[in-house]
């Protein structure tokens, strides 16, 4: 005969016996005055999501809640085989225990199990859920933060009297690890709470979740290129100012990527917000000393020169503690021309000796000052001689005035002219033997184009009889290379005055004058001859010097202001490298200061990039 299980009929009866008188709202309790323990804990799975800027929670855990039913016990000897019983959530009393802090749309969104019960009525309740719970996301220190969001659980409607909460650890053995979020752990705590209406306490259970952000992903893509845009910001000083703009407008975009994430709120500004701010500050001052670094650089000349507390600290302080000289300031400076003494010599000074001296690092040599000398010397002795009688001793030889500098116009190598691209001017005196007869005494005066009428009477170009082109005592040969000077033309100036003794080649044909006195044994003849030859040299060296006074005058000014541009233009290059060091400091200092703020900085270093 063959042996049937009996397990059926007595579990069959078992659930008829002990659901016969069973009320689920009735606490199952042996002595109503005692409380109900049932003891609670949290297994987490998942952190599914973390909401920063609407400040929510998403998490996939179980709800793990233990306690005794005094009405669901039996005699495991009576019911044989007949171990636990299952019970559905209505079946029998479960305690109505909630999140509390739930931003459900249901508010409650776990699962309703059964209820496991053994035959001493220990009673296991693990209902599962996608809990959505509300989050105090702190986001001062993003993306090096930490968030601790709470999960807060209690009875909804018994007091402490009647359920007492006991907590059990969390557990997280079986939690599966998120690609934005490390779990550092979930602590809990037990409290009770007070309200005025009651005098019985409140118990609930808050599990704390606490999260580290990854770094890695906002590393990446945020961090490296905030700091390249401000280590690009460096190179935009002294450029043009549109480069600038363009890296505003670049953190402007990352600005906007952060304030996507990051939740509307007052309390505290991010820290990769500080670092975006404190960046754009730099490229909009970056902005601000290229445009006057610019304006230095294209100063004007000719709107006026630099004010004494600009030269002062731009041009000495400023250089002098930043170590930068002036092109030029340590090379040596070449021996000085000595001057003549004569007042014309002071009132014809060199441009570069003048009142650029103190701003010109390496002022140039010139000759115009003693070529004006000579000049005016030699038109003096001219002049006197002129008038010399006919048999003075004077009238035989012409000797250089004292102070006149013999100057050789060789077509070798010459040294640099200060005077920009004006020709050189110069004057030479040239020894010639005197002739053996000395009864031809007089002088002829050659020129490029008889310009007088005394020049044709005084012996011409080869005259016949006694007017032949006999040379005496040392005459002076000037040579004039006469062209328009560059800047001239085209100009309001007046142009330079031309001699009256041009070649009829071009205006800027070679004249060679030679002058010389008349001989004492035909003076009476030729006296009115000298006379008209001095007159008409006087007034040619008049003409030439007020000429070369012009181009004296020209030069000088040239050469202001080209000072005067040196002068801003080094000042813009001070401005330049003061920013430069400035922003580099404050930009390296920023950086330290700001991303290095962060409690778990080298945490979040050594576990997200090491």
């Not at 037990?190 to 992903?217: G, I, K, M, Q």
């Not at 250089?400 to 110069?426: C, E, F, I, K, T």
């Amino acid at each position: 005969m063959a042996s049937v299980s009996k397990q059926g009929p007595h579990q069959r009866h078992l659930l008829r016996e002990l659901l016969r008188d069973y009320n689920p709202m009735e606490r199952p309790v042996a002595n109503d005055s005692h409380p109900l323990i049932v003891r609670f804990s949290f297994i987490l799975m998942q952190v599914m999501d973390v909401d920063e800027k609407n400040q929510i929670l998403t998490t996939n855990a179980w709800l793990q809640m233990n306690w005794y039913d005094h009405y669901l016990q039996w005699n495991q000897s009576e019911y044989p085989g007949v171990k636990n019983l299952r019970f559905s959530s209505d079946q029998v009393w479960t305690p109505d225990i909630l999140m509390y802090n739930s931003a459900h749309d249901k508010f409650d969104a776990s699962f309703k199990t059964n209820v496991l019960v053994n035959s001493s009525g220990f009673c296991e309740f693990l209902p599962p859920g996608i809990f959505i719970s509300t989050c105090n996301v702190d986001v001062r220190w993003f993306p090096f933060d930490i968030q601790r969001c709470e999960m807060k659980f209690g009875s909804w409607t018994f007091d402490g009297w009647h359920v007492d909460m006991q907590m059990k650890a969390a557990d997280i053995s079986g939690y599966m690890p998120n690609g934005e979020w490390d779990l550092l752990g979930v602590p809990g705590t037990r409290n009770e709470n007070f309200y005025d209406c009651c005098a019985a306490p409140y118990p609930d259970v808050t599990f704390v979740v606490t999260l580290r952000r990854r770094t890695l992903y906002y590393a990446l893509n945020l961090l490296i290129p905030c700091v390249l845009l401000s280590s690009m910001t460096l190179l935009m000083i002294g450029l043009n100012g549109k480069r600038g703009i363009t890296v505003l407008l670049s953190l402007t975009v990352f600005m906007l990527m952060v304030a996507e994430i990051m939740p509307a709120t007052s309390d505290s500004v991010p820290l990769i917000g500080q670092y975006f701010v404190s960046t754009m500050v730099i490229v909009g001052m970056s902005v601000v000393a290229t445009v006057i670094v610019l304006k230095f650089n294209h100063h004007d000349p000719n709107s006026g020169g630099m004010p004494k507390w600009v030269e002062l600290v731009l041009l000495q302080w400023v250089p002098w503690f930043l170590r930068m000289k002036r092109p030029g300031e340590t090379a040596e400076l070449p021996p000085p021309i000595p001057a003549h003494g004569s007042s014309q010599n002071k009132g014809l000074s060199s441009p570069t000796t003048t009142g650029t001296t103190a701003t010109t690092p390496n002022p140039a040599p010139t000759i115009l000052p003693q070529t004006l000398g000579f000049l005016q010397a030699r038109l003096a002795q001219l002049s006197h001689q002129g008038h010399v009688p006919a048999g003075h001793p004077a009238a035989h030889q012409a000797t250089p005035p004292p102070g006149a500098v013999q100057r050789d116009v060789s077509p070798g190598p010459q040294a640099p002219q200060p005077n920009g691209h004006l020709p050189y001017m110069g004057f030479q005196t040239f020894p010639v033997p005197a002739e053996p007869e000395p009864e031809l005494g007089n002088r002829t005066v050659s020129r490029g184009r008889a310009a007088a009428g005394g020049g044709e009477a005084g012996g011409g170009r080869g005259g016949g009889g006694g007017g032949g082109a006999s040379i005496g005592d040392t005459p002076p040969i000037l040579h004039h290379h006469h062209s328009v000077p560059p800047g001239f033309e085209g100009s309001s100036q007046p142009a330079p005055m031309s001699p009256p003794f041009e070649s009829s080649s071009s205006a800027a044909a070679d004249t060679v004058i030679e002058v010389g006195g008349c001989e004492g044994g035909v003076a009476g003849a030729h006296g009115h001859v000298c006379a008209a030859q001095a007159d008409c040299v006087d007034g040619q060296l008049q003409a030439l010097l007020e000429e070369v006074r012009f181009i004296v005058e020209h030069v000088r000014e040239q050469d202001r202001r080209l000072s005067v541009a040196e002068q801003w233009q080094f000042a813009s290059a001070v401005i330049d490298r003061l920013c430069f060091i400035g922003f580099s400091v404050f930009n390296i200092i920023c950086t330290i200061a700001i991303l290095m703020a962060a409690p778990n900085f080298g945490e979040a270093a050594s576990k997200d990039f090491l």
